[in-house]
Nanobody, 127 residues
Framework: QLQLVESGGGSVQAGGSLRLSCVYS????????VGWFRQAPGKEREGVAA????????GYAGSVGGRFFVSQDKSKNTVYLHMSSLKPEDTAMYYC????????????????????WGQGTQVTVSS
């Protein structure tokens, strides 16, 4: 079992930056990937980024590449999503997820491969 808690969301103007945190606790062997997903009202949950926590590989959606990056601090059991040059279309509830995933592509894109989810943190970007 893993527990995930996100924080760091808020309201910013376009062009601004935020850093989201995902603190995990419990059986860390239950995961080899942490993914970040977002969901805007009326839209499907969308994969944003993922990190393979054992080797540090990261992957990003095309819509956020070059603006977002993922890092981890294993000593703090925390994965971060650093977001810059934010756009109004980045407005959504952001979730982190964790699990043991075999496909790098699925880890970055498919919410169904994850077993554990945080409660979400809202990001609102105004123009």
């Amino acid at each position: 079992q893993l527990q995930l808690v996100e924080s760091g969301g808020g309201s910013v103007q376009a062009g601004g930056s935020l850093r989201l945190s995902c603190v995990y606790s419990g059986d860390t062997h239950a995961r080899n990937f942490v993914g970040w997903f977002r969901q805007a009202p009326g839209k499907e949950r969308e994969g944003v980024a993922a990190i393979q926590t054992e080797v540090g590989w990261t992957g990003y959606a095309g819509s956020v590449g070059g603006r977002f990056f993922v890092s981890q601090d294993k000593s703090k059991n925390t994965v971060y999503l650093h977001m810059s040059s934010l756009k109004p279309e980045d407005t959504a509830m952001y979730y982190c997820a964790a699990g043991r995933v075999s496909s790098y592509y699925d880890a970055r894109t498919n919410p169904r491969v994850y077993d554990y989810w945080g409660q979400g943190t809202q990001v609102t970007v105004s123009s």
